[in-house]
């Protein structure tokens, strides 16, 4: 326990320091850095691209269309976002302006490269038995090679330094998803997906 307690105060050191991070030039366009938020010793950890408008603006991760989707999957598989370690691959908001709106852009293999030194210390310092990447972008950061969702998803796979991880889909993709019934159907392989997260994570 005291150990555990150690690791929260450094993770909040951590946290503190990713604040000021200029290793991309990504913090010039972003409000603030959106660092990942749950415990220490959280059994499943879950990491999706990079924050959104609202994330940016709001400091906190998945708070905006696609982190409503995400807590309604949560919900109906059973988790409690509180017990999880949520974060992102990428801790500043990629967009570019165009009028009021700020679009959002994938970042790059070097934006994401250079940020994965917060997450590899969110992982050394949380240690979860599991992590579910939500989406490719995270996917490909965690395995540290191509991965295609489609093949891989929803199945053990094994992470960069061996850590056991998941991949499934990220929720803002349901919400592109044009057709009614195939939103549905997208939504409910999600939840699946979640559920198979949480068992593997307590397994
Ligand atoms: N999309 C993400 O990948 N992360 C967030 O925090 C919000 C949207």
Known sequence: MAARGASATALK????EARSCTLCPLYRNATQTVFGEGPVGAALMMVGEQPGDQEDLAGHPFVGPAGRVLDRALSEAGIERR???LTNAV????????????LHKRPNRYEVEVCRVWLGKEIALVQPRLILALGV?????LAGRPVVLSRERGRLV?????RRGMVTIHP???LRV?????RRAAFASLIEDLKSAA???VA
Request: proline share 5%; charged share 30%.
């Open 13 to 16: 050191q951590v946290a503190q």
């Open 83 to 85: 017990e999880v370690y």
């Open 91 to 102: 801790k500043h908001f990629k967009n570019e302006p165009r009028g009021k709106k700020r």
């Open 137 to 141: 972008t995270a996917a490909v950061t």
């Open 158 to 162: 094994t992470l960069a330094e061996g």
């Open 172 to 174: 803002s993709s349901i």
């Open 178 to 182: 044009p057709d009614a019934a195939a």
């Open 199 to 201: 068992k593997q994570a």
